[in-house]
Nanobody, 116 residues
Framework: QVQLVESGGGLVQPGESLTLSCAAS????????MSWWRQAPEKEREFVAS????????PYANSVKGRFTISRDNAKNTVYLQMNNLAPEDTAVYYC?????????WGKGTLVTVSS
């Protein structure tokens, strides 16, 4: 059973940066396709970014392209989301998702609030 635990959320001002982490346990992390998703209040959960292998392709949502960077460290079983130039519309609960074959695993999320 894979467990995913996000951390690093918090309250920041517009223009500031934040790095989220997602620590995985319970399975061979390097086999997981990892991604970040977010859900703003009263909105559906949306894709942010994904990564399969370190240094591999990293698709991003258009809304975060150029500002967010996803990365992973297989030695630490952790995936990261570096978020720069944050804006109020980035306010959401950010979720980590792992996928292996047809099985999907979700973390419980970490709240990011961007407000002046």
């Amino acid at each position: 059973q894979v467990q995913l635990v996000e951390s690093g959320g918090g309250l920041v001002q517009p223009g500031e940066s934040l790095t989220l982490s997602c620590a995985a346990s319970g399975f061979a992390f390097e086999n997981l396709l990892m991604s970040w998703w977010r859900q703003a209040p009263e909105k559906e959960r949306e894709f942010v970014a994904s990564i399969r292998t370190p240094g591999g392709q990293t698709p991003y949502a258009n809304s975060v392209k150029g500002r967010f960077t996803i990365s992973r460290d297989n030695a630490k079983n952790t995936v990261y989301l570096q978020m720069n130039n944050l804006a109020p519309e980035d306010t959401a609960v950010y979720y980590c998702k792992g996928m292996l074959g047809g099985t999907i695993y979700w973390g419980k999320g970490t709240l990011v609030t961007v407000s002046s």
